[in-house]
């Protein structure tokens, strides 16, 4: 079976794209049975796809053959979140003074703790730069990563993994600090998981989706800026 796997993936253009979409549909559909956050979409996709390379004995390149078609919607996605933003706009132009400070917090504190964990893990430079994009969205943080001197691909595992982990624990995070506040909770959510995490705050409520979305193209910009300067401490 593995075989008869192999070669169809070797074969057709779309398999990668195949085994994504009905890897993340699975992943919907689990979401939307038990309600359980450990369920979330992107994480089972991705459990069930690395399975099925495994069973498959298929490489990542040829995989990626047919999968890359989806990364084409990565940037076009992300725009489209200033729709829920624009709906806001007047929410933003009253409280702007405080979205720009809650998302300058959220992109400092993301710096500075991966500068504090690196400096206890010692990890070499080129670790550290990959770790610095952690909490913006894809599309921004692999430039930001190629820039600085990092591994790319590993900047992409750790961006996804801290969103869906934004994804996950955001409503548990908010009732712990009893967050009530719509703009503030988007704006954390946001700032520090950006797309995934963008998801979550939807879910709850347009506002939180207008101010997430907003934090991810801000904390992106603040964060180019900024990676760039915390790069030169370790």
């Known amino acids: 079976m593995g075989s008869t796997l192999n070669e169809f993936f070797e074969i057709s253009a779309f398999a990668g794209v195949t085994l994504s979409l009905l890897a993340y549909a699975l992943g919907m559909f689990l979401k939307r049975k038990t309600h359980l956050g450990i ?15 495994l069973i498959a004995d298929v490489d990542y390149d040829t995989y990626n053959k047919g999968a890359s078609y989806l990364s084409w919607f990565l940037t076009p996605a992300t725009v489209c979140l200033a729709i829920p933003l624009y709906e806001q706009i ?3 132009k009253t409280h702007w003074k405080a979205v720009i400070a ?3 917090s959220g992109v ?7 500068f504090v964990l690196s400096k206890i893990m010692s990890l070499s430079h080129k670790e550290y730069v990959t770790m610095l994009p952690k909490s913006i969205t894809t599309a921004i943080g692999m430039g930001v990563s190629e820039e600085l001197g990092g591994y790319v691909t590993i900047t992409v ?23 009530t506040e719509p703009i503030a909770k988007g704006l954390a ?20 989706g207008a101010m997430s979305s907003l934090s991810i193209a801000v904390a992106g910009i603040i964060t180019v800026v900024g990676a760039s300067i915390f790069a030169n401490f370790i």
């Open 39 to 53: 369920f979330n979409p992107l994480l089972v996709s991705i459990a069930v796809t690395i399975v099925v390379l």
């Open 90 to 92: 007047e929410l933003l």
């Open 102 to 104: 809650g998302i300058l």
């Open 108 to 114: 400092l504190t993301s710096l500075v703790t991966v």
């Open 157 to 179: 595992a750790v961006i996804i993994v801290t969103g869906v982990l934004g994804n996950i624990l955001a409503d548990f995070i908010c009732k712990i600090f009893r967050i």
């Open 189 to 208: 959510i946001g700032s520090a998981s950006h797309a995934i995490g963008t998801a979550k705050a939807m879910e709850m409520g347009e506002i939180e």
